[in-house]
T-cell receptor, first 114, second 112 residues
Framework: KAGVTQTPRYLIKTRGQQVTLSCSPI?????VSWYQQTPGQGLQFLFE???????NKGNFPGRFSGRQFSNSRSEMNVSTLELGDSALYLC?????????????FGNGTRLTVT | QQQVKQSPQSLIVQKGGISIINCAYE??????FPWYQQFPGKGPALLIA?????SEKKEGRFTISFNKSAKQFSLHIMDSQPGDSATYFC???????????FGGGTRLMVKP
C-alpha cells in the first residue's frame, strides 16, 4: 500500500499570502489529521477530519482551516501568512475508529514564510 | 500548558547499551500512549503503543513501561544500534479521535 502523500514537499511564501497544502491518505483510511512541527513548539495538533467532517480542532487561530473530500483526501489552508507560520506541516491518516487506530504520517510539507 | 513532559532532550548511548526516555503526563483522561520515531526529512513513524491497563509492553528491542499512579511512562531501547539514532516522541490521547498531545522529543545518538 502507498503511504500518506503530501504535496508539495517545499513551499516558500511571502507574509500576507495564503497557502494550500494537500494530503492523500492511505487507501481505506477515513481519518486525516494535520500537525504543525516547529523547533520551538514541537508537534502540535491542528485538526482532524473524518468522513468530511471536522471531528477535533487544536488551539490555532481561524487563519488555519481544512477540509476533507469524499475520497478522504484533505487540504489545509493558511490565510494571511505570518513569519511564525514557517514550519513542517504533517498530515497523518488512520482508519478512524474511536479506538485510537495507529496514525501514519506523511513526510510533510516544509513551509517557509519570508 | 504542556500536558506531556519528555526527558531528556538529548541522549548519547554507546552501541549495545540501553536507551531510556521518560515521559510524564497530567491529564488523567489520557488512555492511549504511543511512541514515535522520526528520522531527518521524514514524518514520525509509530514504534509501539500502550494502554493504561497494561504495565509493560515489549516489541523486539523496544519496551514501554507504564506507571499509572505516577502518571509516567518510559521507552527502553535494548541493545541500541547506530541505526536507532533519531528523534523520539512520546504522545498521549483520549479515547475518541486522533488528537495526539506530543512530548517535546528526545534526540538519540548511538555511538558505534
Amino acid at each position: 500500500k502507498a503511504g500518506v502523500t503530501q504535496t508539495p514537499r517545499y513551499l516558500i511564501k511571502t507574509r500576507g499570502q495564503q497557502v494550500t497544502l494537500s494530503c492523500s491518505p492511505i487507501s481505506g483510511h477515513r481519518s486525516v489529521s494535520w500537525y504543525q512541527q516547529t523547533p520551538g513548539q514541537g508537534l502540535q495538533f491542528l485538526f482532524e477530519y473524518f468522513s468530511e467532517t471536522q471531528r477535533n480542532k487544536g488551539n490555532f487561530p481561524g487563519r488555519f482551516s481544512g477540509r476533507q473530500f469524499s475520497n478522504s483526501r484533505s487540504e489545509m489552508n493558511v490565510s494571511t501568512l505570518e513569519l511564525g507560520d514557517s514550519a513542517l506541516y504533517l498530515c497523518a491518516s488512520s482508519l478512524g475508529g474511536f479506538n485510537n487506530s495507529p496514525l501514519h504520517f506523511g513526510n510533510g510539507t516544509r513551509l517557509t514564510v519570508t | 500548558q504542556q500536558q506531556v513532559k519528555q526527558s531528556p532532550q538529548s541522549l548519547i548511548v554507546q552501541k549495545g547499551g540501553i536507551s531510556i526516555i521518560n515521559c510524564a503526563y497530567e491529564n488523567t483522561a489520557f488512555d492511549y500512549f504511543p511512541w514515535y520515531q522520526q528520522f531527518p526529512g521524514k514524518g514520525p513513524a509509530l514504534l509501539i503503543a500502550i494502554r493504561p491497563d497494561v504495565s509493560e509492553k515489549k516489541e523486539g528491542r523496544f519496551t514501554i513501561s507504564f506507571n499509572k499512579s505516577a502518571k509516567q511512562f518510559s521507552l527502553h531501547i535494548m541493545d541500541s544500534q547506530p541505526g536507532d539514532s533519531a528523534t523520539y516522541f512520546c504522545a498521549a490521547s483520549v479515547k475518541a479521535g486522533n488528537m495526539l498531545t506530543f512530548g517535546g522529543g528526545t534526540r538519540l545518538m548511538v555511538k558505534p
